[in-house]
């Protein structure tokens, strides 16, 4: 039963920063505007024999189909926040120009690699140990199956960043992605900007 409930969503995270907030390296503050929650979850659906996903009348009704498939370890679906597209369009994550954006990431079942495509990890605790020195400046970091983590970001450029579980077959096939939707003006002194980025399509 205990695999059970984890792979129907009943799980998630608590994190404690210390009590004189967070700090780097030297020993001097980081701070964030805000802060975001994704809960990366593995889903195990059963089809049925036309090969379309089963529907039940109840919870706890799919039991005995869903102990078949968890037991393959081959998810039908990995997402975030617990859907496809639940962080995507117009649920995208909204940040500014300049602003600081904390990430806070946790995988109950499954070991997981988030990367922010466009960005990167500028302070990032992967076991979710504030108390430990931050790893910095990682393109892709780790975090355990049943463990939390964090990072933090400084938006430079506005656009469209898509956040994403690195296995990028999980991501782009199983659904395991985020936008983050960053707003401000952009710096040609920090990057030139040939063409101004349009709607994804």
Known sequence: MIPYHVV??????????????????????IRYDRIYYIGEQDYYLAKDEDGEYKKYESAGEDY??????MATLTPSHIVFNGAIGALTGANSLKAKVGETVMIVHSQANRDTRPHLIGGHGDNVWSTGSFTD?????????FIAGGAAGAATYTFKQPGIYAYVNHNLIEALLKGAAAHFEVDGIWD?????????????R
């Open 8 to 29: 129907h969503g009943m799980n998630g995270a608590i994190m404690v920063l210390p009590r004189d907030g967070l700090k780097g390296k030297d020993g001097k503050p």
């Open 64 to 69: 005995a189909d869903s102990m078949e498939v």
């Open 133 to 141: 020195d931050p790893q910095t400046g990682l393109e892709t970091w």
């Open 188 to 200: 040609n002194d920090l990057m030139m900007q040939i063409k101004k980025p349009g709607p994804i």
